[in-house]
Structures are given as structure tokens and as C-alpha cells.
């Protein structure tokens, strides 16, 4: 199975309810759900709650308006693949989630 981790910002619960059966369908799994962000995978890979706090904190931080899709994947396999003890240090994973961010807000206003 091909991994996938996506973050999906400023969705609100009636988004939710119409992606949910969607998501469903292609075989994601939610791995957070808060107020308005949404945290999917399609993988077999086990994130720690510490992994998963990290890739949240830096999601909240992000300014967008509207609904936005960001495909993390190369930033949460890099994430899985560092030592536990340099996480919260690590400014590569940090630049990769903003460089996330920052091609999924230029993909959107292209479109």
C-alpha cells in the first residue's frame, strides 16, 4: 500500500460529514479530528501521540483562508524515520511542513 498522510485546514463539521463517507471510500484513516483541522492517513504506520502533536502544532500555525488540502507525506515519513529524543528540535521536518503548506497555498491560487 502506497502511504499517504494530508492535512485538511479549516474544514468545518459539514464538510466533515460530506468528506467522511469519501475518505471512507478511499480507505483513510483519521488519525485527529479538531475543530477545524482534520489529520488523514492511508498507511500502516503507527504515529506516537508525541509525532502526532508536532504535525498539529505546526498545522495550527498555518493562516489560510478557505479550505485547504496539504499532502504532508514526505514530511510525516521523514518524521517516523528520526530518533524520538531529536523530534522537537529537528528544523528539517519543520521546513518540510512548510514547504507543504506553502505548495498546496500556491497550488490553490492557481486553481
Keep these: 500500500m502506497e502511504e499517504e498522510f494530508k492535512i485538511i485546514i479549516n474544514m468545518n463539521d459539514e464538510m466533515f460529514n460530506i468528506f ?7 480507505k483513510y484513516e483519521i488519525v485527529e479530528k479538531e475543530e477545524k483541522i482534520l489529520f488523514v492517513k492511508k498507511s500502516n504506520s503507527v ?10 502544532s505546526i498545522a495550527r500555525k498555518q493562516k489560510v483562508e478557505g ?6 507525506t514526505s514530511a510525516v515519513q521523514y518524521l517516523i524515520k528520526i530518533l524520538e529524543e531529536k523530534i522537537k528540535n529537528d528544523g528539517k521536518f519543520s521546513w518540510r511542513m ?3 503548506f506553502l505548495k498546496a497555498m500556491l ?4 486553481k
Design 20 to 26: 467522511q463517507k469519501s475518505l471512507e471510500k478511499e
Design 47 to 56: 504515529l506516537t501521540d508525541k509525532q502526532k502533536a508536532i504535525v498539529l
Design 67 to 72: 479550505t485547504l488540502f496539504v499532502d504532508i
Design 98 to 100: 512548510r514547504q507543504a
Design 107 to 110: 497550488g490553490k491560487d492557481r
